[in-house]
Structure formats: structure tokens, C-alpha cells
């Protein structure tokens, strides 16, 4: 089971030796913003500042993607992900998908 303390951007672990690659891991999902999400998030921009109806979406969706990596991983038998990254892409006008990626391993304590 992978270990939340161990998923990091780096490609290496600090006092850890990777003893296996697992291979890719990933998790995706795709969100859309609803119409009252429109109208509040519309609202807020007439006041400048942090749209928070879209900072909360963000994250939720983040999260869901990553949570979706991690068991990916764990399918794997990995405890550890390295090299993890995100990206996101508009799959249609206010759809859009967010891609949680890294490579599942096996490591152990040095």
C-alpha cells in the first residue's frame, strides 16, 4: 500500500533505495462547472480578488485525480510514487479533464 509520505515530484526518495519500477500510474477525472457555479463564480469577478467557488473546484477535482493515482498504484503493489505531476486540459467549452501522473515503485529504507 503506498505510503502518503511517500509520493514526491522528485525522481528519487532521500534515504530510500527504489528496488523495483512498477511502471506508470495515473487517475483522471473530468469535471464541468454547473450553471450556478457560472453565476456565483461570475459574481465573484465583479469584486476582484480569490474566486473561491472555482479555488474549491479546483481542488476537489486535483484530489480526485491524485486519490485515483494512488490506487492505481496500490492495483500495482507499489508503496511509493515518484516523479508525480499534473496537467489539465479543456475537453469542451467549461469541461475539463485533470491528469494526476508518476511512476509506482517499490522502495525501501536504507
Do not use: P
Not at 525522481?11 to 462547472?33: A, P
Not at 476537489?60 to 511509493?80: C, D, I, P, S
Request: glycine residues 10%.
Amino acid at each position: 500500500m503506498v505510503d502518503e509520505q511517500l509520493i514526491t515530484t522528485s525522481n528519487q526518495l532521500e534515504g530510500y533505495k527504489i528496488t523495483k519500477h512498477l511502471g506508470i500510474v495515473r487517475g483522471i477525472t473530468v469535471r464541468s462547472r454547473s450553471l450556478f457555479g457560472n453565476i456565483a463564480g461570475g459574481l465573484q469577478t465583479l469584486f476582484g480578488g480569490t474566486i473561491s467557488i472555482y479555488v474549491d473546484l479546483c481542488e476537489k477535482t486535483r484530489l480526485e485525480a491524485y486519490q485515483h493515482m494512488v490506487q492505481h498504484a496500490n492495483e500495482l503493489g507499489a508503496n511509493a510514487i515518484i516523479n508525480i505531476r499534473y496537467d489539465a486540459n479543456e475537453v469542451m467549452n467549461g469541461v475539463t479533464e485533470v491528469l494526476c501522473y508518476g511512476t509506482a515503485v517499490h522502495a525501501v529504507n536504507l
